[in-house]
């Protein structure tokens, strides 16, 4: 039973912003959000993480909704090299919960 | 470069088989975790250790088993090896002071494992 849902894949033109969905409808109060992001033959990389409030950090920023069940990654200008399958991730009862991922392609 | 190593960077076997995998992290980090992401099954997470003890279990089947060593190194035993256990497999550390595994993983760069 999936945690995290995501859209499988997303395009974007580069130097626009892009936002990233994801909907954790069962997520419990003490449950921490996480982003990673995979670039090919790579292995993941931490992009953010947050609770409650939104975060934001040199790479991207994090807006989480007030009932808590979504959030949306927002890279503020897509380069080339942002081009990678982003996962959302949902950390409960010690363990981390990885979605299906989305593919964002970038446009030159 | 994470400063996380795996090796193998490849590994071939056969069905029945049992392989090791091996792990170093970052230096300084304290907790260790084992992912295996798969085509069908996605990323999924096996288990972790902190400091030398098992500290959460996640997906992992009986046959495998992992350990990590007062060095902090920590290795992934995969046994009675089944096609369907063809996968990358990651491992990922993180420093984690307070054991409650809120900070920042760095992943590994993988072993891909076939099972012929």
């Known amino acids: 039973d999936a945690k995290t849902t995501q859209p499988n894949s997303m395009e974007s033109n580069e130097e626009e912003p892009v936002h990233l969905p994801c909907n954790h409808s069962?997520?419990?109060?003490?449950?921490?959000i996480h982003w990673y992001r995979q670039l090919p033959s790579q292995g993941p990389e931490y992009v953010i993480h947050?609770?409650?409030s939104n975060v934001n950090n040199r790479m991207a920023s994090l807006a989480i909704a007030e009932d808590r069940k979504s959030s949306t990654l927002i890279l503020h200008r897509a380069t080339l090299r942002d081009a990678a399958v982003y996962y959302c991730?949902?950390?409960?009862?010690?363990?981390?919960?990885f979605g299906t991922g989305t593919s964002l392609t970038v446009i030159p | 470069d994470s400063g996380v190593t795996q090796t193998p960077k490849h590994l071939i076997t056969a069905t029945g088989q049992r392989v090791t995998l091996r792990c170093s992290p970052r230096?300084?980090?304290?907790?260790v975790y084992w992912y295996q992401q798969s085509l069908d099954q996605g990323l999924q997470f096996l288990i972790q250790?902190?400091?030398?003890?098992?500290?959460a279990k996640g997906n992992i089947l009986e046959r495998f088993s992992a350990q990590q060593f007062p060095d902090l190194h920590s290795e992934l035993n995969l046994s009675s090896l089944e096609l369907g256990d063809s996968a990358l497999y990651f491992c990922?550390?993180?420093?984690?002071?307070?054991?409650?595994?809120?900070?920042?993983?760095?992943f590994g760069p993988g072993t891909r494992l076939t099972v012929l």
């Open positions: 069962t997520i419990s109060g003490t449950d921490y």
């Open positions: 947050g609770l409650t």
């Open positions: 990922a550390s993180s420093v984690d002071p307070t054991g409650l595994t809120l900070d920042t993983q760095y």
């Open positions: 250790y902190y400091n030398g003890e098992e500290r």
């Open positions: 991730i949902l950390y409960t009862g010690n363990q981390f919960y």
């Open positions: 230096s300084g980090d304290l907790s």
